[in-house]
């Protein structure tokens, strides 16, 4: 045998797997090591808009990063402060104050963490995919916006100015700058993370060349020490519960869906799976920390992840050192990171609303039926304007009522005659609430036979509403003297119609099995394998 004896081959080998592990490693820290950076002025930005001091906007995102990052249900995802958790919360820190903030947090938490346990993550695939995509341009047009914030500057008298002049231009070069940085070094190399490149690039000429522009001292000192136990100093009493359970009630809604909405996004990304229920109890788990810890809570960040995944982060680890990199930063590395500026890590947000945005959605949007474009434009307005959960509850609905509609109109029946005389109605389509006016009008009691047969192997019974209109066609032939049987009705529905005396439901041997108003979802386990 020629070349290297057999143990120098599998010594090879092994210092490959050790050198293919030790690569993803440092993928993984340096795509952290980016997710953090683009945290901070996050971070503090959201802060401000809840109305908090900015240690409350990272203590949350260090806390509920780390924890949702060990037992989340979905590895490459990025949790931490969100604005659309922000905007609700600032009505009731400034009417009440930041101890009251931090009671509501405890209390969302403890909701998410029961629905993880009842399972409930699961109805998210009841979200169709026009609200999925709905969802995703309208998250990029908010990101996009929240950007604009970065082009303020005090203007003295207490308030902000927009940016003009060199300044302007400056801002706008470096995130331009950043933005091409990132799309060449995307392409040349995936060694280093290419965001992490653009703001390595942007920083070093800044101050290079000491370029007078905004940085991220400029918002607000991010030096601090760990976030410290304290139960909120509020009263417990059942006012204080009326006041913060409203709150809890839609932060941990928001909350849920933006991070179930997320982890589909980067399950559908990684091709992979990932575990609804297991998310919900983590994001509760991590709010229920960061309340007693001082933080405004927090969940899954659709920008952030996009930025972990384009930075080649999919495992657990990215996020992990994502937060531990905050915990550094605000512990030793304030003085570097504030150096940072803002133009560097608003071309990073800008590539991510690039790479966010369904741009197939604007390509299909006249070959997919009307309904469906109208639901996509709807969920991506409501989501700008108001906020993730009314959004997406907005466009369920709405796609649930044009189901509802369509279905209504597509039941109908084939009329055969027998050789005997008698006349049967072959059903297709679906009997429910909303085709009941349809299923009664494909009959007629009084000029049918004596021996009339519906057969509904072809359709499906769904709710009461359809058994009812079962009794009560029954009723009408029995009161104009005509035999009526049926045929192919489910076990379940034979039992449950009592009314008609006379009504003959003949048992067939390839009867179909089926439950009306049965919980299907719970047949199936929501906790796909990975």
Request: aromatic residues 8%; proline residues 4%; neutral net charge.
């Amino acid at each position: 045998m020629h070349g290297r004896l057999p143990h120098e081959v599998a010594s090879d080998n092994g210092s490959n797997r050790i050198g293919l592990r030790w690569a993803r490693i440092k993928t993984e820290l340096l795509a952290g090591l980016t997710v953090a950076l683009a945290l901070v002025p996050e971070a503090i930005a959201f802060a401000f808009v809840a109305g908090v001091a900015p240690l409350v906007g990272l203590h949350a995102a260090i806390l509920v990063g780390l924890i949702t990052a060990f037992f989340g249900g979905r590895p490459g995802m990025i949790s931490g402060a969100t604005g659309a958790l922000a905007v609700v919360i600032v009505s009731l820190v400034t009417a009440h104050g930041p101890q009251y903030l931090f009671a509501t947090v405890v209390l969302m938490g403890l909701l998410q963490f029961v629905a993880g346990l009842l399972h409930l993550g699961k109805f998210i695939r009841l979200v169709p995919y026009p609200v999925m995509l709905g969802f995703v341009n309208g998250l990029a047009i908010v990101i996009l916006l929240s950007q604009l914030g970065q082009f303020q500057v005090p203007d003295g008298l207490g308030g902000t100015r927009w940016m003009h002049g060199a300044q302007l231009l400056w801002m706008l070069g470096l995130a331009v700058l950043t933005m091409a940085v990132i799309w060449a070094s995307g392409r040349l190399t995936k060694a280093v993370p290419a965001p992490l490149v653009g703001i390595l690039v942007t920083t070093g000429l800044v101050l290079g060349f000491g370029l007078e522009v905004r940085d991220v001292g400029d918002m607000a000192s991010i030096a601090g020490g760990l976030p410290e136990f304290a139960i909120p100093e509020v009263p417990w009493t059942w006012e204080t519960l009326r006041i913060v359970f409203p709150y809890a009630v839609v932060l941990a809604a928001i909350g849920l869906i933006e991070s179930l909405l997320t982890m589909n996004l980067v399950a559908e990304i990684t091709e992979t799976h990932g575990k609804a229920s297991k998310e919900c109890m983590a994001q509760g788990g991590a709010n229920i920390v960061t309340g007693f810890f001082g933080g405004m809570g927090g969940c899954a960040m659709i920008g952030q992840s996009m930025i972990n995944l384009e930075s080649g982060g999919r495992t657990r680890l990215a996020a992990i050192s994502a937060s531990c990199f905050l915990i550094l930063f605000v512990l030793f590395g304030s003085s570097l990171i504030e150096m940072i500026p803002l133009a560097a890590l608003v071309g990073v947000m800008l590539m991510v609303v690039v790479g966010t945005f369904a741009w197939s959605s604007l390509r299909i949007m006249r070959k997919i039926p009307k309904s469906d474009a109208f639901v996509l434009v709807l969920v991506s307005l409501v989501t700008v304007v108001t906020d993730l959960a009314i959004a997406v509850g907005v466009g369920v609905i709405v796609s649930a009522l044009v189901f509802a509609w369509k279905s209504s109109q597509r039941i109908h029946a084939r009329i055969e005659d027998t050789a005997a005389g008698g006349r049967v109605y072959v059903l297709d389509g679906y009997l429910f609430f909303g085709s009941v006016e349809s299923f009664n009008a494909l009959f007629q009691p009084r000029q049918d036979p004596d021996l009339t047969i519906i057969d509904f192997l072809g359709t499906r019974v769904l709710d009461h509403s359809g058994l009812q209109a079962i009794d009560a066609l029954a009723e009408k032939y029995k009161r104009a003297g005509k035999n009526l049987q049926l045929r192919h009705l489910s076990p379940d529905c034979r039992a449950l119609l009592q009314k008609a005396g006379d009504l003959v439901t003949v048992d067939v041997i390839d009867d179909p099995r089926y439950g009306v108003a049965v919980d299907y979802g719970a047949r199936f386990d929501d906790e796909q394998p990975k």
